[in-house]
């Protein structure tokens, strides 16, 4: 169990901890650059955070999967904090599903033809879109600490 919940951890840590820091630290330094710099340093940057955001929520389920079957005996005998932790976490996934094929695919076609305008209409969907999962995961990660207190 512990290696499981480790791994767990660092894969939610590295997911929300990221957007954290795109979001309070990286949104606010890339603002002063111009929109084609701009639009061209967040490609940079999601493409490369995307790759751990896929090995994040792989991990993620494989291993809260394998905690509720095997750890705790099944979906029934897990506490409400590990329901809640598991329908929140995979409405995030798909609010990643959704930035990485639709979103990041659009901004990425429109920064391959010049069009950084378009493209930074994008980055902002994208942006308010991270937000909500930033939330989200914020949220979940309280819930997974304090939940089996309650």
Same mark, same amino acid.
């Given at each position: 169990?512990?290696?499981?919940?480790? !791994?767990?951890?660092?894969?939610?840590?590295?997911?929300?901890?990221?957007?954290?820091?795109?979001?309070?630290?990286?949104?606010?330094?890339?603002?002063?650059?111009?929109?084609?710099?701009?639009?061209? /340093?967040?490609?940079?940057?999601?493409?490369?955070?995307?790759?751990?955001?896929? +090995?994040?929520?792989?991990? $993620?389920?494989?291993?809260?999967?394998?905690?509720?079957?095997?750890?705790?005996?099944?979906? &029934?005998?897990? =506490?409400?904090?590990?329901?809640?932790?598991?329908?929140? =976490?995979?409405?995030?996934?798909?609010?990643?599903?959704?930035?990485?094929?639709?979103?990041?695919?659009?901004?990425?076609?429109? +920064?391959?033809?010049?069009?950084?305008?378009?493209? =930074?209409?994008?980055? &902002?969907?994208?942006?308010?879109? !991270?937000?909500?999962? /930033? +939330?989200?995961? $914020? /949220?979940?990660?309280?819930?997974?600490?304090?939940?089996?207190?309650?």
């Amino acid at each position: 169990m512990a290696v499981t919940l480790a !791994v767990h951890l660092l894969a939610a840590v590295v997911w929300v901890g990221g957007m954290f820091f795109a979001h309070v630290a990286l949104r606010p330094s890339a603002s002063m650059l111009a929109v084609p710099e701009r639009v061209r /340093l967040w490609e940079a940057v999601l493409r490369r955070f995307m790759v751990w955001v896929w +090995i994040s929520v792989i991990s $993620l389920l494989v291993t809260g999967y394998w905690m509720i079957i095997v750890e705790y005996g099944g979906y &029934e005998y897990a =506490g409400t904090h590990v329901r809640v932790m598991h329908g929140v =976490g995979w409405f995030m996934i798909l609010l990643f599903f959704y930035v990485f094929f639709v979103l990041f695919r659009r901004m990425r076609r429109f +920064i391959s033809q010049h069009l950084f305008p378009e493209a =930074g209409m994008v980055m &902002e969907r994208i942006r308010l879109v !991270v937000t909500i999962n /930033l +939330i989200l995961g $914020l /949220l979940t990660s309280t819930i997974a600490s304090a939940g089996r207190f309650w």
